[in-house]
């Protein structure tokens, strides 16, 4: 089993810049788990934002994060982050991370097992 907990939302004005963090803990090993953050905007699914594979770190950044977010994790202290610049009020949502033991990227929402519990982010004008 895998917990996930995200931490580093809060309110920022447009332009800005914030990291979320991820701290896992449990069984399994964080160094062969998948990685991804999501999102949730009020009345929308939820939607990828970036990716990370374990076995050989590629990453995937949907085109509307592309150049402003970064996904990293430290597999010695069980932790992910996402590093986001340049922060629009369309990234207004509750980031969610999540890891999956599957080999690769994962994209899709239904291949994640393990679920962060969401962080709220607010970018305001």
């Known amino acids: 089993q895998v917990q996930l907990v995200e931490s580093g939302g809060g309110l920022v004005q447009a332009g800005g810049s914030l990291r979320l963090s991820c701290a896992a803990s449990g069984r399994r090993s964080f160094g062969m788990l998948a990685l991804g953050w999501f999102r949730q905007q009020p009345g929308k699914e939820r939607e990828l934002v970036a990716a990370?594979?374990?076995?050989?770190?590629?990453?995937y950044y949907r085109d509307f994060v592309k150049g402003r977010f970064t996904i990293s994790r430290d597999n010695a202290k069980k932790m992910m982050y996402l590093q986001m610049n340049s922060l629009k009020l369309e990234d207004t949502a509750v980031y969610y991370c999540?890891?999956?033991?599957?080999?690769?990227?994962?994209?899709?929402?239904?291949?994640?097992?393990?679920w962060g519990q969401g962080t709220r982010l607010t970018v305001s004008s």
């Open positions: 990370m594979s374990w076995n050989d770190n590629t990453t």
């Open positions: 999540a890891a999956d033991p599957s080999l690769g990227v994962v994209i899709t929402p239904e291949e994640y097992y393990y």
